[in-house]
């Protein structure tokens, strides 16, 4: 058995800089430091935080006032940031830039005077912080059926924006189904599909065409990892999400002469290797990386932890 791994997988700069806020706060100010929501969809990323003294919390009700506070790099809705701030919480904002960037641009369409669409999936939380994030009317489309059934006019002055982690091929169809039934209509095309989901998207479909089953590593919640496992099915290679090797069935890969690896953008690569070990048990004697793209985008901390930890040093 040989195991190919997908290139670029795994980790994204969002999730890296959301981990590194948690670490620096927990360095700077001490545990506990509260973070709303899982800080990234993985539980074992979840875990080593809560490890280092991180405290996961739902509703900020649950965080004592004045306490450290981390946003997760889904974002939130600005009536959380109202709510932090009536608390005295002090906030660390870890939303991933390009899912700010998503807000800035609903921002200025209903700046403009029009309508703003979502395409998104509900119920999820990048989801919620978008549509909380805008302050006007904006409707949110799942899918081409969803289109169909907007209660709005055809000469609706309309705009599109789009969760981050869709995969390109749908959002593209949601996209047309749009511009067929508004003639007012503008938006950034698949450009919030943010690019550690696009390259992950083009990787796996390179790995769909060498390999005989496909593993996914990531968490059920992540959408991103999602997508991958549905366009290894796309590709017509049986393909598996799975949270860590624990979870490997020994018959999905009994026949595979090569085995793909990917990793959602939240998935540890730690988690990657345990599953290379678990299928160096069933007789996997090679492994190699299917070249892909190279990443080397990085975003900043944000200036907060900088002017936090300044007010922590003159109170001091
Ligand atoms: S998947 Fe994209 S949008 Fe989400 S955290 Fe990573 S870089 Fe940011």
């Not at 969002?14 to 539980?43: C, K, Q, T």
Request: aromatic share 4%.
């Amino acid at each position: 058995m040989h195991v190919m791994l997908a290139q670029p997988r795994g980790f994204c700069a969002g999730v890296i800089r959301a981990i590194d806020i948690v670490e620096h706060a927990l360095e700077r100010f001490g545990a506990p430091v509260y973070v709303r929501h899982e800080i990234v969809h993985n539980r074992h990323v979840v875990e080593s935080l809560r490890a280092k003294g991180a405290r996961f919390v739902e509703h900020l009700a649950e965080v004592p006032t004045g306490a450290i506070t981390v946003f997760s790099a889904h974002g939130v809705a600005r009536m959380v940031e109202d709510d932090a701030s009536t608390r005295g919480l002090r906030v660390l904002d870890a939303t991933c830039p390009l899912v700010a960037k998503v807000h800035g641009q609903g921002k200025r369409y209903v700046a403009q005077g029009r309508v703003v669409i979502l395409i998104g999936h509900a119920g999820h939380p990048e989801v919620e912080g978008t549509m909380g994030q805008i302050p006007g009317p904006v409707v949110l489309v799942q899918n081409e059926h969803d289109v169909e059934h907007l209660a709005l006019a055809a000469e609706t002055p309309v705009a599109y924006i789009t969760q981050t982690t869709l995969s390109v091929d749908d959002t593209r169809q949601v996209i047309a189904a749009l511009k067929r039934r508004f003639v007012d209509i503008v938006g950034p095309d698949v450009d919030d599909i943010c690019y550690a989901t696009q390259n992950r998207q083009s990787a796996v479909r390179e790995l769909a065409k060498v390999a005989g089953v496909i593993l996914v590593v990531g968490a059920k919640n992540s959408s991103n990892s999602n997508r991958l496992r549905e366009i290894g099915v796309e590709c017509g290679v049986p393909s598996y999400l799975i949270a860590d090797g624990s979870e490997l069935d020994a018959a999905w890969v009994r026949d595979a002469a090569v085995v793909g690896i990917t990793a959602g953008a939240s998935a540890p690569e730690t988690l990657v290797d345990g599953v290379v070990n678990v299928l160096r048990t069933l007789g996997a004697t090679r492994v190699s990386v299917l070249p892909g793209i190279e990443e080397k985008v990085e975003f900043r901390l944000p200036a907060e932890l900088v002017r936090v930890r300044a007010e922590v040093s003159r109170a001091s």
